[in-house]
């Protein structure tokens, strides 16, 4: 078990171009997060899948954000048209989740994608 | 809305001395959970401890303790016999239903050899 890995660790865009990042989740994991976290601040959630489906979604993705994880296993996150607010510490995050109600699964974080908008 | 509140925006202590770290949340829920999530300079978030409100007992993990008032609803953490390693950002984290962390702001600890 390797952890949760993201690629790249840092990027530097230019206003106006698309960018794209990539989570692998802990091999088992079922659950997949989106957080970021701009400086000083705690991560705030963006989207969440279990499995390949996307359950939830917050205000902060706006259209110009998507994400998938196609075949339930690695994410991606796509920023189009990006915004010098966009900078940011991109977070991913995995969990199992076993199905029970009463369960929740800790949720292990990669080291995240840094992206500065120019 | 769930609100997590840190108010301790910086602490520092003493290497081998006690520090808490305050962090209180509302929430609605009955069943959630808390963590407290350590954050190093430049370096990624991992898990210090949680705790699950359906339990009276207050989590501990070695030198990590937390005091878990739930009708107050504070989750402080303590930290035993500080040590130089633990000087981080501290993040407290409620979760609960669709299972997305929210965070409080932080509080950045400072271990002073």
């Known amino acids: 078990d390797t952890g949760v890995s993201q690629d790249p660790r840092h990027k530097i865009t230019k206003r106006g171009q698309n960018v794209t990042f990539r989570c692998d989740p802990i091999?088992?994991?079922?659950?997949l997060y989106w957080y970021r976290q701009t400086l000083g601040q705690g991560p705030e959630f963006l989207t969440y899948f279990q499995n390949e489906a996307q359950l939830e979604k917050s205000r902060l993705l706006s259209d110009r954000f998507s994400a998938e994880r196609p075949k339930g296993s690695f994410s991606t996150l796509e920023i189009q048209r990006t915004e010098q607010g966009d900078s940011a510490m991109y977070l991913c995050?995995?969990?199992?989740?076993?199905?029970?109600?009463?369960?929740?699964?800790?949720?292990?974080f990669g080291p995240g994608t840094r992206l500065l908008v120019l | 809305a769930q609100t997590v509140t840190q108010s301790q925006p910086e602490m520092s202590v003493q290497e081998a001395e006690t520090v808490t770290l305050s962090c209180t949340y509302d929430t609605s829920e009955s069943d959630y959970y808390l963590f407290w999530y350590k954050q190093p300079p430049s370096r990624q978030m991992i898990l210090v401890i949680r705790?699950?409100?359906?339990?009276?007992q207050n989590a501990t993990e070695n030198r990590f303790s937390v005091n878990f008032q739930k009708a107050a609803k504070s989750f402080s953490l303590k930290i035993s016999d500080s040590q130089l390693g633990d000087a981080a950002m501290y993040f407290c984290?409620?979760?609960?239903?669709?299972?997305?962390?929210?965070f409080g702001q932080g509080t950045r600890l400072t271990i002073n050899p």
């Open positions: 091999s088992e994991h079922n659950r």
């Open positions: 984290a409620h979760v609960w239903g669709a299972q997305k962390l929210v």
């Open positions: 705790q699950e409100a359906y339990k009276q």
């Open positions: 995050a995995s969990s199992l989740d076993r199905g029970s109600e009463a369960s929740q699964e800790t949720q292990y």
